[in-house]
């Protein structure tokens, strides 16, 4: 079993900024792959961003290529979410999540494991 807690959401004007953190513990060999979703009141869950824990290899959604970017510290088992340039359609709760692999990272479906979300709005 795998426990993911987000934390570093809030309230912020557009335009500001905000850094994410998911921080990992328990059983996470098999966590290849650390993602970041999002989801809006009414819409589906969309892919953000993954990396690799081991490469550090990184991919973005093209909504927030430009604007986020995703990072990671094996040290700490933590992958962060550094989101400039906030809009407001931005707005959502952040996952979370851990892949066993690499491949297809931007689909949910590769994910097993999920943090409980953490509430980003951005104020025009």
């Known amino acids: 079993q795998v426990q993911l807690v987000e934390s570093g959401g809030g309230l912020v004007q557009a335009g500001g900024s905000l850094r994410l953190s998911c921080a990992a513990s328990?059983?996470?060999?098999?966590?290849?792959?650390m993602g970041w979703f999002r989801q809006a009141p009414g819409k589906e869950r969309e892919f953000v961003s993954a990396?690799?824990?081991?490469?550090?290899?990184?991919h973005y959604a093209d909504s927030v290529k430009g604007r986020f970017t995703i990072s990671r510290d094996n040290a700490k088992n933590t992958v962060y979410l550094q989101m400039n340039s906030l809009k407001p359609e931005d707005t959502a709760v952040y996952y979370c999540?851990?892949?066993?692999?690499?491949?297809?990272?931007?689909?949910?479906?590769?994910?097993?494991?999920w943090g409980q979300g953490t509430q980003v709005t951005v104020s025009s």
């Open positions: 328990g059983r996470t060999f098999r966590a290849y792959t």
């Open positions: 999540a851990t892949s066993p692999s690499w491949s297809a990272a931007y689909q949910h479906y590769n994910y097993d494991y």
């Open positions: 990396i690799s824990w081991s490469s550090g290899n990184t």
